[in-house]
T-cell receptor, first 112, second 120 residues
């Protein structure tokens, strides 16, 4: 399983763009990259998933360079409600039976 | 529609007692997962059900932990002879049957709010 490394914490201010980078140097060919968000006292929630290049949805963008050894979650114009822990997950989720392997995550604090 | 629900939301028990935690997945979701989250930590996988079968129990930390699923619906996680190190939030998630080529509608897991277990 690919090990992921991401910053433990980040601070930002309302209205700023936030970029959280995750390193996964030993990513395998069949591995996908998925990001989850977890608010206090809640279960995690899916944000975005990608395999290569750039993916964008209504919530965030995910940038994946050609070598796929890292990925960057980009949150445009954050608000106070984006304060949460963000998890980067890498794996061949199908052959893992779908189970998710979570690391420590990045605790994002958005200030007014 | 209704999301994943778990009960109880909080459980305080004494060391050595047995506890049962319940998960009601989203209707129609064939895959069900249990995770544990200790304070300030990421989630640890415990067990995976596809239908009523559990092809992956690799995350269960000891034989004091067991789980079952009936009717391809409700699942119960049982912890026997609880220990203080079992204190954590136990989270359940469900999804449709995962696809090899990642497809959000099939592979996305929806989590419940969790059961906070405190063992005194």
């Amino acid at each position: 399983l690919a090990k992921t490394t991401q910053p433990i914490s980040m601070d930002s201010y309302e209205g700023q763009e936030v970029n959280i980078t995750c390193s996964h140097n030993n990513i395998a060919t069949n591995d996908y990259i998925t990001w989850y968000q977890q608010f206090p006292s809640q279960g995690p929630r899916f944000i975005i998933q990608g395999y290569k290049t750039k993916v964008t949805n209504e919530v965030a963008s995910l940038f994946i360079p050609a070598d796929r050894k890292s990925s960057t979650l980009s949150l445009p114009r954050v608000s106070l409600s984006d304060t949460a822990v963000y998890y980067c997950l890498v794996g061949d989720f199908y052959n893992q039976g779908g189970k998710l392997i979570f690391g420590q995550g990045t605790e994002l604090s958005v200030k007014p | 529609g209704a999301g994943v629900s778990q009960s109880p939301s909080n459980k305080v028990t004494e060391k050595g007692k047995d506890v049962e935690l319940r998960c009601d997945p989203i209707s129609g979701h064939t895959a069900l997962y249990w995770y544990r989250q200790r304070l300030g930590q990421g989630l640890e996988f415990l067990i995976y059900f596809q239908g009523n079968s559990a092809p992956d129990k690799s995350g269960l930390p000891s034989d004091r932990f067991s789980a079952e699923r009936t009717g391809e619906s409700v699942s119960t996680l049982t912890i026997q002879r609880t220990q203080q190190e079992d204190s954590a939030v136990y989270l359940c998630a469900s999804s449709l049957e995962p696809r090899k080529v990642w497809t959000r509608s099939y592979n996305e897991q929806f989590f419940g709010p969790g059961t906070r277990l405190t063992v005194l």
